[in-house]
Nanobody, 115 residues
Framework: QVQLVESGGGLVQSGGSLRLSCTAS????????MGWFRQAPGKQRELVAV???????VYADSVKGRFTISRDNAKNAVYLQMNSLKPEDTCVYYC?????????WGQGTQVTVSS
């Protein structure tokens, strides 16, 4: 069983920055994909950015140029640097990993951007 633990959420003013971190544990197999999704109240969970092993990163159009995803395979960690934050980025952010075709999710971390 893979456990994902996120940190780094919080309250920030519009235009500010936050960095989310997520560390995976509990798997002896390689993690194929790591990434971030987000969900606002009453809305579906949506992709923010993913970084597959040995492949190019994928970003949602709404965050391109503002967010940067990175990954440390030695630490089984993924990071999301969020710059130029906007009120519409206010969501619960979830870390996501795929191991042997199974999806795993973190507990979520709240990001709130005030105008």
């Amino acid at each position: 069983q893979v456990q994902l633990v996120e940190s780094g959420g919080g309250l920030v003013q519009s235009g500010g920055s936050l960095r989310l971190s997520c560390t995976a544990s509990g798997s002896s197999f390689s993690i194929n994909v790591m990434g971030w999704f987000r969900q606002a109240p009453g809305k579906q969970r949506e992709l923010v950015a993913v970084i597959p092993t040995g492949s190019n990163t994928v970003y949602a159009d709404s965050v391109k140029g503002r967010f940067t995803i990175s990954r440390d395979n030695a630490k089984n960690a993924v990071y999301l640097q969020m710059n130029s934050l906007k009120p519409e980025d206010t969501c619960v952010y979830y870390c996501h990993a795929v191991v042997l075709g199974r999806n795993y999710w973190g507990q979520g971390t709240q990001v709130t951007v005030s105008s």
